[in-house]
């Protein structure tokens, strides 16, 4: 029902800032709690940061804590990782989730829609 698109990944040396974007199809976009993730491979999948509906309330993983900036354009149907000071252990494919609730939610296993995931590589 819910179409996620992520796009904004790329190759950036250490110290580097990259802009992470989500697309929803969703009309109801405004109802929907998301958040976004990170897997190595072999490894399991880790929240990053996550955001309410009304994008005025976000919560960030120990690692994200003041670099990265969660975000929501609720006109736009699009939510946005801003990246900052990127370290090499940040690279993962970085997925983009969905799922209908006014609150927070940090659990993977709670989100109901995810994207194609982006690629994320930061070299030192």
């Known amino acids: 029902q819910v179409q996620l698109v992520e796009s904004g990944g790329g190759l950036v040396q250490a110290g580097g800032s990259l802009r992470l974007s989500c697309a929803a199809s969703?009309?109801?976009?405004?109802?929907?709690?998301m958040g976004w993730f990170r897997q190595a491979p072999g490894k399991e999948r880790e929240m990053v940061a996550a955001i309410n509906w009304s994008g005025t309330s976000t919560l960030y993983a120990d690692s994200a804590k003041g670099r990265f900036t969660m975000s929501r354009d609720n006109v736009k149907n699009t939510v946005y990782l801003q990246m900052n000071s990127l370290k090499p252990e940040d690279t993962d494919v970085y997925y983009c989730?969905?799922?209908?609730?006014?609150?927070?939610?940090?659990?993977?296993?709670?989100?109901?829609?995810w994207g194609q995931g982006t690629q994320v590589t930061v070299s030192s």
């Open positions: 969703g009309r109801t976009f405004r109802q929907y709690a």
């Open positions: 989730a969905a799922v209908r609730d006014l609150g927070l939610v940090y659990s993977s296993e709670d989100y109901a829609y």
